[in-house]
């Protein structure tokens, strides 16, 4: 699903340029369930922007699903941004003025999808995911493991085959955190490619795989290591 080669990003300007990542060679298969770990200013969420196409490298080749990413357009790439890609963030990023159910319609509004179909889709959508009681409740009258459950559900609406989750437990108390973690390895187990950015070793554990990254390069790669020994 996913190929890295070389991958380097850096901001700045010559004397001022500051490199985030270097040199990341990175391929995700579709349906893992992997994990980036790493220090706070290792370089993980910048990574995950690059993958889920929010921000493009400086340099090096990004392949999804066989395409270069650098010789796609715009429309092309907002496309698989939109459909391809479901992102779930610590802060929930749900609008506070809407429903439950009306922020997981939002994405399908977008898409131009009937008004009766994704009403539709989305309380099948709270419904999975524990919030079949909640969905006209907005979000200041959730709880913060309720939020993060509308922003999954959100990240699902169009049926994306790959989750981006960066942080999705960073703001939860432990008990939701673990609910979080379970709901994700559900949607992995039904065929959903899932990647957690993390800097909890205990939630990198119960990935299969852990990739870890340190001053903006890749230091391990548990999956890999073991493959290697084979």
Same mark, same amino acid.
């Given at each position: 699903?996913?190929?890295?080669?070389?991958?380097?990003?850096?901001?700045?300007?010559?004397?001022?340029?500051?490199?985030?990542?270097?040199?990341?060679?990175?391929?995700?298969?579709?349906?893992?369930?992997?994990?980036?770990?790493?220090?706070?200013?290792?370089?993980?969420?910048?990574?995950?922007?690059?993958?889920?196409?929010?921000?493009?490298?400086?340099?090096?080749?990004?392949?999804?699903?066989?395409?270069?990413?650098?010789?796609?357009? !715009? =429309?092309?790439?907002?496309?698989? +941004?939109?459909? %391809?890609?479901?992102?779930?963030?610590?802060?929930?990023?749900? $609008? *506070?003025?809407?429903?439950?159910?009306?922020?997981?319609?939002?994405?399908?509004?977008?898409?131009?999808?009937?008004?009766?179909?994704?009403?539709?889709?989305?309380?099948?959508?709270?419904?999975?995911?524990?919030?079949?009681?909640?969905?006209?409740?907005?979000?200041?009258?959730?709880?913060?493991?309720?939020?993060?459950?509308?922003?999954?559900?959100?990240?699902?609406?169009?049926?994306?085959?790959?989750?981006?989750?960066?942080?999705?437990?960073?703001?939860?108390?432990?008990?939701?955190?673990?609910?979080?973690? !379970? =709901?994700?390895?559900?949607?992995? +187990?039904?065929? %959903?490619?899932?990647?957690?950015?993390?800097?909890?070793?205990? $939630? *990198?554990?119960?990935?299969?795989?852990?990739?870890?990254?340190?001053?903006?390069?890749?230091?391990?790669?548990?999956?890999?290591?073991?493959?290697?020994?084979?």
């Amino acid at each position: 699903m996913i190929e890295l080669k070389g991958v380097r990003k850096v901001y700045g300007k010559e004397k001022n340029e500051f490199a985030v990542l270097e040199d990341v060679n990175l391929k995700i298969e579709a349906g893992e369930y992997a994990s980036i770990i790493g220090p706070s200013g290792s370089g993980k969420t910048t990574l995950m922007n690059i993958l889920g196409f929010i921000d493009v490298p400086s340099s090096g080749e990004y392949y999804f699903e066989g395409k270069l990413t650098s010789k796609l357009g !715009d =429309l092309e790439l907002s496309r698989i +941004r939109n459909k %391809k890609i479901g992102f779930v963030f610590q802060s929930f990023n749900l $609008i *506070a003025e809407l429903t439950a159910l009306e922020n997981v319609e939002l994405p399908m509004i977008y898409a131009n999808i009937s008004p009766k179909k994704r009403l539709a889709r989305a309380r099948e959508l709270l419904s999975l995911v524990g919030l079949s009681d909640r969905m006209h409740h907005k979000p200041l009258e959730l709880s913060g493991g309720q939020q993060q459950r509308v922003a999954i559900a959100r990240a699902l609406a169009l049926d994306p085959p790959l989750l981006l989750a960066d942080e999705p437990t960073g703001n939860l108390d432990s008990r939701s955190g673990r609910e979080i973690i !379970d =709901l994700l390895e559900g949607l992995n +187990r039904e065929g %959903k490619t899932v990647v957690i950015i993390t800097h909890d070793r205990e $939630i *990198a554990a119960r990935t299969k795989r852990r990739i870890e990254i340190l001053d903006g390069r890749i230091v391990r790669d548990e999956r890999a290591e073991r493959e290697k020994c084979r």
